[in-house]
């Protein structure tokens, strides 16, 4: 195995280290820890396993928190345990698809956030109790939900379609939009 302070020296070029950074950065602002963006993003540029203690190293953070970051990451279904032969430690990688990558996201945090919402405003129109609001009130509640279903069943169907369909789709949705804001002029 190569010795990890020459390959430390060889990953984190400027641009790594900027891309690295950033997406750290970026990753406290989506509500994930600053280390499991960061993981996150090595994993996505190295493009081959790598272990914790390697991690670690690389992004001079501790192993226990290399450890709880890559365990949300497999929370997240965005990096797996690949054994390497000979070697008994667990090495980790992530997809080096983008698209892959985007898919998942979108599917876990659907799961998380989106799909609870919906179920809420359900269970809210199904209460007894929701006779009892007002108009208004129960127009919102229906508006978002149905706003929300509709949001749901279009994004199911475009996480079905082959990247490069789904690049067709979202340069002829831009066209669109410029077609009918250039319509109502």
């Known amino acids: 195995m190569e010795n990890v302070a020459e390959y430390v020296v060889d990953t984190l070029s400027p641009i790594r ?19 499991v963006a960061q993981i996150h993003a090595l994993l996505f540029l190295s493009g081959r396993p790598m272990h914790a203690e390697e991690i670690a190293e690389i992004l001079q953070v501790a192993r226990s928190n290399v450890s709880n970051s890559i365990k949300e990451l497999q929370n997240l279904n965005l990096v797996r345990v690949i054994h ?12 080096k698809d983008v698209w892959e990558l985007m898919r998942t996201v979108v599917r876990e945090r659907k799961a998380r956030e989106f799909d609870p919402t919906l179920g809420i405003l359900k269970d ?14 129960r127009k919102r509640i229906e508006d978002t939900y149905g706003l929300m279903v509709a949001m749901s069943s279009w994004g199911e169907e475009m996480l079905r379609l082959e990247p490069a369909t789904l690049m067709k789709v979202m340069k002829l949705g831009s066209k669109i939009q410029k077609l009918i804001r250039d319509g109502t002029k």
Do not use: L, Q
């Open 124 to 137: 809210c129109m199904a209460d007894p109790a929701y006779a009892t609001e007002d108009k208004d009130t």
């Open 17 to 35: 280290r900027r891309f690295v950074m950033h997406w750290g950065e970026m990753g406290s602002r989506w509500g994930v820890n600053r280390t």
């Open 84 to 95: 390497i032969f000979a070697d008994r430690r667990d090495h980790f990688e992530t997809s």
